[in-house]
């Protein structure tokens, strides 16, 4: 028995090697790595720039507290990643992750609120369904009922609005009336909720396991930017998974006329090579909040020049190699390959996505969008058909209450036709053997 868990009882094969989009178990096993993990690792696995980048920073130091030092490594990635935001999005807060991330944007806006007389707004709104990370705080804005509900005592769940399924509820993502439609919920709830008590929205540009790559409807990030100015809300984008290029823009939200007040980023920022996050807000609230007395809140690992070399060295290779670009370039190609497989097999019901952040839905019926029925853990067992033959593929059943099963195919943004054929290739099969 080994002293190590996760999750369940399950062991998986031990890793050995990883070199772009493949990876090796210790028994030579190849894998297609069609997930990056779970949408982390967007340069691929042992990128040579990267490893020589954080050699050479190990060769330095490894280690500089944040109230003792400051790091060239975090100095640098700041500046880079500041200068890839919206010009007014210029402070850069480093962390280790996604969930601190989300904790860092949420906290921020809330001293934000206190340093500028705003004291009752405390609430932040979010999305049903949506994943914005585990820890208690990240988890009160997470619209994911199984994974919250038995900590409720623990926190203070935070107000929800739906997500803007537009293909579950039948209407069409194209037509304005539709977003405006999701967005009236945003400023019904605001209304309901006293609008002085509200302090931010947060949501997924593009989402991730929770929707299964749910693209906002026409109209919907322009509006709801609308109703937050009107109503004094901020507006925090959880690009955790978005960003960094994953959906064929630095940032998600790009793809739409909005203007987040504060960003959160992480998994494709560090790629994989060393745990990374950052916060980014607009210099408006940053100020406030230092002339206050300062931002009461910092990990210890916050701004390792480390992660920071390895982070600069991993954005340099996204702008080097043009990684936005082929990811719109390959998402669109892979989506139209989806839609050809949806044609094929019947019980495909949706196929939908931005960029690399695509995904397939399980559907017992495509005009009534009926699930397929939950006894059959169809997203389980799709993953595992796939897994054992050598393709890795992410999935999270669609949840408040059970909606479906989807499966999110987010290869590395290095991908090439030739592996974009394999990968499909590999869905064929296993969906033949699905179904
Ligand atoms: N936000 C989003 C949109 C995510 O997808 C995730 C992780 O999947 C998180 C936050 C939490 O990130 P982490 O698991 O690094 O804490």
Redesign the pocket.
Do not use: L, N, R
């Given at each position: 028995m080994s002293n190590l868990f996760y999750q369940g009882r399950g062991r998986k094969p031990v890793l050995d090697q990883a070199r772009g989009v493949y990876m090796w178990d210790t028994d030579g096993k190849r894998y297609l790595d069609g997930s990056s993990g779970?949408?982390v690792c967007n340069i691929g696995h042992s990128n040579p720039s990267v490893l020589a980048a954080m050699q050479r920073q190990m060769e330095k130091s490894t280690f500089g507290y944040r109230l003792h030092f400051e790091t060239e490594a975090s100095e640098a990635l700041a500046g880079r990643v500041a200068g890839l935001m919206p010009p007014h999005l210029t402070r850069v807060f480093f962390v280790s992750?996604?969930?601190?991330?989300?904790e860092s944007g949420m906290k921020m806006a809330r001293q934000y609120a206190l340093a500028t007389g705003q004291g009752s707004r405390w609430k932040v709104i979010s999305r049903q369904p949506s994943?914005?990370?585990?820890t208690l705080g990240?988890l009160a804005v997470t619209g994911y009922a199984s994974l919250s509900d038995p900590f409720a005592p623990m926190m203070r769940p935070m107000p929800k609005v739906p997500a803007p399924r537009a293909y579950l509820d039948g209407l069409d993502p194209e037509d304005e009336a539709t977003g405006l439609h999701y967005a009236d919920m945003l400023e019904a709830q605001i209304r309901a909720e006293g609008p002085e008590t509200v302090l931010a929205f947060l949501l997924?540009p593009v989402g991730?396991?929770s929707t299964g790559a749910l693209v906002p409807p026409a109209g919907y990030m322009r509006r709801i930017r609308e109703i937050c100015d009107q109503y004094g809300v901020l507006l925090i984008m959880?690009e955790?998974?978005t960003g960094a290029g994953r959906t064929g823009r630095f940032l998600g939200c790009e793809h739409w006329d909005t203007r987040p007040d504060i960003v959160v980023m992480?998994?494709g920022l560090g790629a994989g090579y060393m745990p990374l996050?950052a916060m980014i807000a607009d210099e408006r609230l940053v100020e406030p909040v230092l002339d206050a007395g300062g931002f009461a809140h910092g990990f210890t690992y916050a701004g390792n020049p480390l992660a920071c070399a390895a982070g600069l060295a991993v954005v340099e290779e996204i702008e080097a190699q043009g990684l936005c670009a082929n990811a719109a370039e390959m998402g669109e190609k892979l989506i139209a390959r989806l839609h050809g497989l949806m044609q094929k097999y019947e019980i495909i019901g949706d196929v939908r996505g931005k960029g690399l952040l695509t995904a397939f839905e399980f559907m017992s019926d495509r005009n009534s969008k009926a699930p397929l029925p939950r006894e059959i853990g169809a997203y389980q067992r799709f993953v595992d058909i796939a897994y054992e033959r050598g393709l890795i593929v992410y999935s999270r059943r669609t949840h408040d209450g059970y909606s479906g099963d989807h499966i999110l195919v987010c290869p590395p943004l290095i991908v090439t036709e030739a592996h974009l054929d394999e990968i499909i290739d590999g869905l064929d099969r296993s969906l033949e053997q699905f179904t």
């Open positions: 779970a949408m992750g996604g969930s601190e991330a989300v994943y914005h990370g585990c990240a997924e991730g396991a959880d955790v998974m992480s998994k996050g």
